[in-house]
């Protein structure tokens, strides 16, 4: 069983240029969550992917976009970066919630750390 | 909306002593708890929910909903517990058919066991 995967591990972006992050669900997990994590705080939620579309969205502004692929694959992107968008970048995969089950579990990618200049 | 709030930032404590590191929360709905924590150099990692009611690595937590309260408790804590811990709560969205678990995390607490 292959766990999530991230990629770039870590990247430097200068102030209103455009980023992609991408990420790799587990296999078998269809479902894809975004989050943000600034330094000091706790992750925050952006937004979920499901069946290659955006079923979920925390309070991040447009500019914070992204894709689900057919094999379940995700890239957020985000369009004229800020310095406050300087943080962690993580992706969590899991199987969609059911109606009668409350929650599944997301599994965490590593991450990819941006950096905006 | 909801919220989590972990009040310590740091914990320290001496190998063997008790711990507990302290949620509270906030939500209109019935809440979904989590611990999550993180090891050095390691992802983020799911360690115990609520609605299973049991203890991982000798940590368990109880929901108690008069206090809004989750915190997660240890009777001998061991180095190797030294970590980040975060407290989250899942909001769950029913939307079509399906449902979408957003989890709102606390800024978490570090607690470092010291031998």
């Known amino acids: 069983e292959t766990g999530v995967t991230q990629s770039p591990t870590h990247l430097i972006k200068t102030r209103g240029q455009q980023v992609t992050l991408r990420c790799s669900s587990q296999?078998?997990?269809?479902?894809v969550s975004w989050y943000q994590q600034a330094l000091g705080q706790g992750p925050q939620f952006i937004f979920q992917?499901?069946?290659?579309?955006?079923?979920g969205r925390g309070n991040f502004p447009p500019r914070f976009s992204g894709l689900q692929f057919p094999n379940y694959s995700s890239e957020l992107n985000v369009n004229a970066l800020e310095l406050d968008d300087s943080a962690l970048y993580l992706c969590?995969?899991?199987?969609?919630?059911?109606?009668?089950?409350?929650?599944?579990?997301?599994?965490f990618g590593p991450g990819t750390r941006l950096t905006v200049l | 909306a909801q919220r989590v709030t972990q009040p310590e930032k740091l914990l320290s404590v001496f190998k063997g002593a008790p711990v507990e590191l302290k949620c509270n929360y906030s939500?209109?709905?019935?809440?979904?708890l989590f611990w999550y924590v993180q090891y050095s150099r390691q992802r983020l990692q799911l360690l115990l929910r609520h609605i299973s009611r049991e203890s991982i690595k000798g940590f368990t937590a109880d929901l108690n909903k008069g206090e809004t309260s989750f915190h997660l408790k240890k009777p001998f804590a061991q180095e190797e517990d030294s970590a980040m811990y975060y407290c989250a709560l899942s909001a769950q969205i029913n939307a079509g058919g399906t449902s979408y678990g957003k989890l709102t995390f606390g800024q978490g607490t570090i607690l470092t066991v010291h031998p």
């Open positions: 939500y209109s709905g019935s809440p979904e």
């Open positions: 992917y499901y069946r290659e579309e955006e079923n």
């Open positions: 296999s078998g997990h269809n479902t």
């Open positions: 969590a995969s899991s199987l969609p919630g059911l109606a009668e089950v409350s929650y599944n579990e997301q599994f």
